[in-house]
């Protein structure tokens, strides 16, 4: 096998009760990938796109999940890789996980599948390392190996795989900056007691609810008394969005992982398209320029599309 | 109909990582009650047992319950009932929730089903508050639903059925004395982020094992790093207790309820057999007097056993 090309997917972390744990991969929009091995223990990256990123590959979120399967192969060979990102840098809906997760996955292909899919989880999570200071994997995992994950913990590293029922995705990006970081930053270190039951009361309904296929279940434990009341004032209009999203029939939804990107899930695409008006409709009026879309639960993770 | 007699269970709150929102229903032991309608708007209790609980239906788990049915009827119509506790008050297996709610489904069967089971939960609540100073559910709903219940929410209530796998239960039950009301207040009001975080993996990995029968993944998630440390103190052996049925097999357990009593779950008898003889020989050791039962879950919850 001479290369590899994948499609590597975007991923909404945290799900509004399950922060840190929960994941769920998209089949929109992706970035795509192309990577061949080389004979030197590096990594060459080249970016087809226009945002910039990095191309020494300690800097760079797929070079530095590359480097650390390189260690794993006693440092025999390397990668080249071409990167088109696609999933802007930023938006909250898990672009450095695709890079990472991508480029891992398309250079276990290459090497006819040598290691497993959670190996390919640690080694990615490197990158997430390098965006946000924390080795979280909530976007890794659905990423790696698609539909809804649980990360039920990080040391040992534990992913458990939930069932996805058919679910529509609306996403609104605000282009507004929310780094990471900052939105790590400003959580509180101590929380209560009685808000930390109410939220392992939703996430065990929401798990329920998607095991049940409970679409009502869902809606009800789509709920976040912790996180999101703090990090919902960096983004503008989010109560407004949530509201109105809710009226419109969405089962629920919140902040895509740090934001600022908004998801709400439906149950059917009419109303995943009604929602979409009325996130139009905010932004339109609020003046903040603003990307959206439509799509599903992505059930694969990185796809392999091409390989000669 | 003259009169009912029903058996109510005995019941597992808080399931080790699902502290105030998860809750089981046990086969053994159970209370036996018969109800019978009077013309006054009262309850006149009988005790046919040991115990020397109180007869004023003011100051009984099972009396207040009824009161709150009484009132739901417009005072027009009262309940004699004879109890004959089984279940030890104290114990940390929902004595005092066996009590109220197995009144109250007695007293609906009495009426012809004139109340739902989330009407019969919130007036068996009553009870709770009495006992406790709070007014949960996580035994009550079990064991009038039977099986598995999660609490999503107390406000508005929200009660969900989780279908139970074949599981095996042993209990232990040191004598000695922890008050619910006790337990409570030892523990902290904050707790922090990360331990919460870990706590809210274990419970949906619990609920997700549950639901795809995922034996060692229940196991797995039978943790809990918030509550456990704390109330453990106060059960003597109690880590030993734990780590010694683990090492016999059993899939992982910890305080019911709010303590003494120590549960585990196993895969099939044979090992829930060997669980008790460990708790046997940890107890005979330490030189505390103690109950054991060796059970399974309980599907149905109340059961009417007699009406006539």
Redesign the interface.
């Known amino acids: 096998m001479s290369h590899v090309k994948v499609y590597s997917p975007a991923t909404v972390a945290n799900l509004v ?6 994941g769920m991969a998209l089949n929109e929009p992706f970035d795509i990938m192309t990577i061949r091995l080389i004979d030197e223990p590096t990594v060459v990256i080249h970016n087809e796109d226009d945002f910039d990123l990095p191309t020494d590959p300690s800097r760079n979120v797929a070079g530095v999940a590359l480097l650390a399967m390189i260690e794993k192969l006693d440092n025999k060979m390397g990668f080249d890789i071409c990167i088109e990102k696609r999933i802007k840098p930023g938006s909250g809906i898990g672009s450095s996980a695709a890079s990472a997760a991508g480029a891992v996955v398309a250079a276990n292909q290459l090497l006819e599948i040598r290691f497993s899919a959670i190996e390919l989880v640690q080694m990615a999570m490197n990158g997430e390392k390098l965006a946000s200071g924390v080795k979280h994997a909530d976007n890794i995992a659905p990423c790696i190996y698609g539909g809804l994950t ?4 990080i040391h040992p590293l ?1 992913i ?1 795989e ?1 069932n996805p029922l058919p679910l529509y995705v609306t996403i609104v990006h605000p282009q507004i900056e929310v780094k990471t970081s900052d939105a790590r930053q400003i ?8 808000d ?14 998607l ?2 296929s409970d679409y009502d ?1 869902i809606g ?2 789509l709920e976040d008394v ?1 996180i999101e009341p703090i990090r919902s004032i960096l983004i503008p209009a989010f109560d407004e969005v949530k509201s109105k999203c809710r009226e419109a029939g969405a089962l629920g939804g919140g902040i895509s992982g740090s934001g600022p990107s908004i998801f709400m899930l439906s149950r059917d695409a009419e109303t995943a398209g009604e929602v979409e008006l009325v996130m139009k409709e905010v932004y339109n009026r609020v003046g903040i320029d603003f990307n959206t879309y439509v799509t599903t639960v992505n059930k694969v993770g990185v796809k392999i599309v091409k390989e000669k």
């Open positions: 009760c399950g922060f840190d744990v929960l649980l990360i039920r913990s534990d458990v939930l959580l509180k270190k101590q929380i209560l007691l009685k930390a039951i109410r939220q392992w009361g939703n996430i065990a309904g929401l798990v329920a609810g095991m049940k279940l009800r434990s912790i």
